[in-house]
T-cell receptor
Framework: DTAVSQTPKYLVTQMGNDKSIKCEQNLGHDTMYWYKQDSKKFLKIMFS???????INETVPNRFSPKSPDKAHLNLHINSLELGDSAVYFCASSRDRGYTFGSGTRLTVV | GENVEQHPSTLSVQEGDSAVIKCTYS??????FPWYKQELGKRPQLIIDIRSNVGEKKDQRIAVTLNKTAKHFSLHITETQPEDSAVYFCAASMSVDYKLSFGAGTTVTVRA
């Protein structure tokens, strides 16, 4: 009964491919996020959704498209993958008290 | 937008000693300041947070202080143990359910 679960945990793919990462939370939180953690461990917000509505889009290339079918799910689709997209992607959710992060998806583009 | 600076980037302490990590932020509208601990290969986990109407908060061996006038906040870990070894991130936000701007992280190593 993981609170915020992401799949897959690891993703290795070639440049130019399209891939998706899925996130689900069972905490009843209203707000969900995608963060990117680069090789230097820096955590940077990409998107935020509140009750299925996009509220933050932080100058992310439009190759990245989030989708929230309901408030418990937030998926991330990436088109035309580039080498620089290699990173760990964390989903998170929050309601009133801090974030709960998912376990992360390590994306490697070769 | 908000800019959070964190120092030091690495910190090595002897077991039992104290560790202090300092952060500064730029946006005076920020009023929520959480700290996260990330062990190797794991997710960041919230360890303590403070809101702008409070100057200090303590939870067992961990304490945070906030100086809103100077726009800086600090994490203090006392009686450090090997399991405290991890990367610690400070963050700032205008609200608890809003985007967090993270510092660059501090790698803490506790020597046995």
């Amino acid at each position: 009964d993981t609170a915020v679960s992401q799949t897959p945990k690891y993703l290795v793919t070639q440049m130019g491919n399209d891939k998706s990462i899925k996130c689900e939370q069972n905490l009843g939180h209203d707000t969900m996020y995608w963060y990117k953690q680069d090789s230097k461990k820096f955590l940077k917000i990409m998107f935020s959704y509140n009750n299925k509505e996009l509220i933050i889009n932080e100058t992310v290339p439009n190759r990245f498209s989030p989708k929230s079918p309901d408030k418990a799910h937030l998926n991330l689709h990436i088109n035309s993958l580039e080498l620089g997209d290699s990173a760990v992607y964390f989903c998170a959710s929050s309601r009133d008290r801090g974030y709960t992060f998912g376990s992360g998806t390590r994306l490697t583009v070769v | 937008g908000e800019n959070v600076e964190q120092h030091p980037s690495t910190l090595s302490v002897q077991e039992g000693d104290s560790a202090v990590i300092k952060c500064t932020y730029s946006d005076s509208a920020s009023n929520y300041f959480p700290w996260y601990k990330q062990e190797l290969g794991k997710r960041p986990q919230l360890i303590i947070d403070i809101r702008s109407n409070v100057g200090e908060k303590k939870d067992q061996r961990i304490a945070v202080t906030l100086n809103k006038t100077a726009k800086h906040f600090s994490l203090h870990i006392t009686e450090t143990q090997p399991e405290d070894s991890a990367v610690y991130f400070c963050a700032a936000s205008m609200s608890v359910d809003y985007k967090l701007s993270f510092g660059a992280g501090t790698t803490v190593t506790v020597r046995a």
